[in-house]
């Protein structure tokens, strides 16, 4: 193993990540090391001997996977947070060797052959319940990982896994670098009426920086959006809409001239590599591969949960485009609504039924009362504080935070700790998400290695309004997003398990992830949680309970047009991976065009090539994973119900017993046991999707 070497930062496994001294000439070295010490270790676990045990095989081999692992989190999160042509050529150049270590380990017969005595040995009763399930998942990862295969069949599958990481990488930096290239400029500030200040501000400062007179524009989504939701020139709707519909795609090659940065192959690969994967191991479908660890029973499953939802939703969605078609008509004289109207319109709609607009809503949001508030909702829910604290970071609008624990002498216990990365920027990757930095564990001599999260959003950055720096302002749903990866944090931090395989978000089914993400969601609708985390920005006062309640109102605004999109996307990825045959004659906008003909009440225009940026099945893990987040959300929604009934019961929203009965049976569990067994000792009972419904205004 090697010691903690000063000389190559991603090697310095003492504390932090050392972001400040990382450069591209140091991915290399580091990451060859690190492969070749793994090698070493796997090769002295290989030997044949009696007697294994979890001391003498597990943990040397969790150890120096795990330095790997570590060190390749920050490449890879460097490579999606702050893309450079250097930091991408190093990535690029050492990807398929990661590939190339893991999926042999995967494969090994030996290690297989030990992992499989060790589960038969008279140890095995003896193992707490969080190491019986890593082996149990290491069994049942071995089998999915190609180690039952013929030599032969193993080279074609490993690689099958190199080609597909490579393909994956290669579609998410197309959309990057479709969504970096992009370009609009408008001149006449006439064409920009309707659009708020602070899009104009950001538009105009977006302009000076490239040396260019007038407002310009590109498709990350702070700057895309707020002209699809409010500029009254449908043209500029339109033409923004259709780069952005149409970016990484054959139809986009109008806008970048550059045919390389089209995704119709990678996606075609993709397909077919996976296919073939699945065929080697046995499986009819990779959709039955990648449920294999996961909550739901099969693709059937899974399609008959979407169809349902979609046949009680249908009703809702039909209901929601008829009043906006009509009102687009009488109210705004559009004649015949076309996608790019579509937000436009609702936002207008929107302001006449319940009088207030997204735009006023959002002055009440500034960065730092939210942020005060999210950590506020925290505490009081689970017991702990958040404080700022000092780590290198990689870009000065990242910061850094601790979350610590009083003990019961009175001291502080450090839980862990989070870098927060909220604004968009050229070479971020759009969306929003949550990643570990490192994972829980006890570590040698008995210390706890407490977790680290990366928190990353894309939303706008401060902006000078009238000669002054204006904080960050946030939309109503921008704070649910910091919310929602909030959630996922809080899963990878608060948890307290000391086997790092199954600690906060490892191990835990996919399919029930997103739990506690969505749960947080649901407290940005709380009028008491509302009075703390609001100030607007001019004034200081907090949201207007009137206004508060015109956003109650409007909550379910829509939902079924959106329930349905989610099951439109949702089905689309599992059909792709279920029961579309990669080598027929059918493409794969056909399969698409076929899923929104049954589903969508809206069809979008036949240019839309949403799929050549979806990066969450393409390049995101997501791959017959999608329906995951309609599926956790029965299981979420059922779980804030609880608190709910607690309110009805005479508490309130942040209830203590409640709060930190989720923290002691969901969050602070993690993968140590299945998410319907860690669900049901928290609600007493099994989901039920009434919850679901009803927070959707869909009642059954």
């Known amino acids: ?230 500029a009254d020139s449908r043209a500029l709707r339109e033409t923004i809409y259709r780069a952005n519909a149409t970016k990484a795609s054959e139809m986009g090659v109008v806008f970048s001239e550059l045919e390389k940065w089209d995704n119709t192959g990678n996606i075609a690969q993709l397909l ?161 998400w949550m990643d570990d930095a490192r994972g829980r564990r006890l570590a040698t001599g008995g210390i706890v290695q407490t977790p680290i999260a990366y928190l990353t959003c894309n939303f706008t950055p401060p902006a000078e309004v009238d000669g002054k720096l204006q904080p960050s302002l946030f939309t109503h749903d921008e704070v649910t997003t910091l919310f929602h990866e909030f959630g996922h944090g809080l899963h990878h931090m608060l948890t307290e398990v000391d086997e790092l395989s199954v600690s906060g978000i490892s191990g835990v089914e996919w399919d029930a992830v997103e739990l506690p993400s969505q749960f947080m969601e649901n407290f940005c609708w709380e009028w008491d949680v509302l009075q703390d985390m609001t100030g607007h920005v001019k004034t200081g006062e907090p949201l207007p309970r009137a206004l508060y309640d015109k956003m109650l109102a409007a909550k379910n605004f829509q939902s079924g047009m959106q329930t349905l999109r989610q099951v439109e996307f949702s089905l689309i990825d599992m059909h792709l991976h279920y029961d579309f045959d990669p080598s027929s004659q059918q493409t794969v906008q056909e399969l698409v065009d076929d899923v929104r003909s049954k589903f969508s009440v809206m069809v979008p225009p036949s240019f839309n090539r949403f799929q050549h940026s979806f990066g969450h099945i393409f390049a995101g893990g997501y791959a017959a994973g999608y329906y995951s987040y309609k599926w956790a959300e029965v299981l979420s929604a059922d779980a804030y119900a609880a608190f709910e009934e607690a309110v009805e019961a005479g508490g309130g929203s942040l209830l203590d017993e409640t709060g930190q009965r989720f923290h002691r049976e969901i969050l602070s569990v993690g993968g140590s046991r299945p998410a319907l067994e860690s669900f049901k000792a928290f609600r007493g009972r099994e989901p039920s999707i009434d919850a679901l419904l009803r927070h959707n205004g869909m009642q059954a």
């Open 1 to 230: 193993m090697t010691t903690n070497d000063t000389s190559n930062p991603l090697l310095d496994f003492s504390d932090l990540p050392k972001f400040d001294l990382i450069r591209p000439e140091h991915v290399t070295p580091a990451i060859e090391q690190l492969i070749a010490d793994a090698r070493a270790v796997v090769t002295q676990l290989e030997a044949p001997g009696d007697g294994v045990t979890w001391d003498s095989f597990v943990v040397p081999l969790e150890e120096s996977t795990e330095r790997l692992g570590r060190a390749w989190g920050v490449v890879n999160h460097l490579n999606h947070v702050m893309d450079t042509p250097e930091l991408r050529a190093v990535y690029n150049e050492n990807q398929p060797k990661i590939t190339e270590f893991f999926t042999e380990l995967g494969q090994n017969e030996a290690l297989f052959d030990k992992y499989k005595q060790l589960r038969a040995g008279a140890e095995f009763d003896a193992l707490s319940g969080a190491r019986k399930r890593i082996v149990e998942n290491a069994l049942r990862d071995f089998r999915l990982g190609g180690a039952e295969l013929p030599e032969k069949q193993k080279e074609r599958f490993a690689e099958i896994q190199e080609q597909q990481a490579m393909l994956s990488t290669r579609f998410s930096e197309n959309v990057l670098d479709a969504t970096n290239d992009y370009k609009l400029l408008v001149e006449d500030e006439a064409e920009l009426a309707g659009l708020p200040d602070d899009a104009k501000a950001a538009a105009r400062a977006a302009a000076e920086r490239d040396s260019k007179q007038g407002w310009q524009f590109s498709l990350h989504f702070p700057s895309y959006f707020p002209i699809l939701q409010f």
């Open 272 to 432: 077919k590599l996976r296919d073939e994967e699945a065929k080697l191991l046995d499986y009819r479908s990779f959709a039955e591969v990648s449920l294999a660890p996961k909550m739901a029973e099969s693709p059937e499953h899974v399609i008959e949960f979407l169809e349902d939802l979609a046949r009680r939703a249908r009703p809702y969605a039909e209901k929601d485009l008829a009043e906006l078609r009509a009102f687009a008509k009488d109210e705004l004289g559009i004649e015949d609504m076309q996608a790019w109207d579509v937000a436009y319109a609702s936002e207008k709609l929107r302001e006449q039924r319940y009088a207030f607009s997204a735009q006023e809503v959002k002055q009440y949001f500034p960065e730092p009362k939210v942020v005060a508030g999210l950590f506020g909702v925290i505490s009081k829910l689970f017991g702990v504080t958040i404080a700022p604290d000092q780590a290198p970071v990689w870009h000065p609008d990242v910061r850094f935070f601790r979350i610590e624990r009083a003990t019961h002498d009175g001291a502080t216990q450090l839980v862990g700790q989070f870098y927060l990365d909220l604004y968009a920027r050229q070479g971020k990757g759009q969306g929003a």
